[in-house]
């Protein structure tokens, strides 16, 4: 069991950046692949990026955001980023971080046992 809770988002312009955050209960962060999804209205849950356990040494990305975003974790600090640059309009969404215990890093929804509240992020052109 763990309890998620992501921060960061906002609005920024085309082009910007956002650095978001999601900090994790408990004393074995380490023990979670992490991952981050993003959901626009009536459109599915789709995946962001993830990140393996325990020391992220495994990374994956989708291909739209592949090069502009970077995973990392910081398990001294219960806390899973995502940095966000060269944002672009499409990538307005809800922001969910996720966990999955003693997991590979997973590139789908079901792979992943616990959700954070989700984050607004919103880019203008």
């Known amino acids: 069991q763990v309890q998620l809770v992501e921060s960061g988002g906002g609005l920024a312009q085309a082009g910007g950046s956002l650095r978001l955050s999601c900090v994790a209960s408990g004393r074995t962060f380490s023990n979670y692949a992490m991952g981050w999804f993003r959901q626009a209205p009536g459109k599915e849950r789709e995946f962001v990026a993830a990140i393996s356990w325990p020391s992220g040494g495994v990374i994956y990305y989708s291909y739209s955001v592949k090069g502009r975003f970077t995973i990392s974790r910081d398990n001294a600090k219960n806390t899973m980023y995502l940095q966000m640059n060269s944002l672009k309009p499409e990538d307005t969404a809800v922001y969910y971080c996720?966990?999955?215990?003693?997991?590979?890093?997973?590139?789908?929804?079901?792979?992943?046992?616990?959700w954070g509240q989700g984050t607004q992020v919103t880019v203008s052109s």
């Open positions: 996720a966990a999955r215990w003693h997991g590979n890093a997973g590139t789908t929804r079901g792979e992943y046992d616990y």
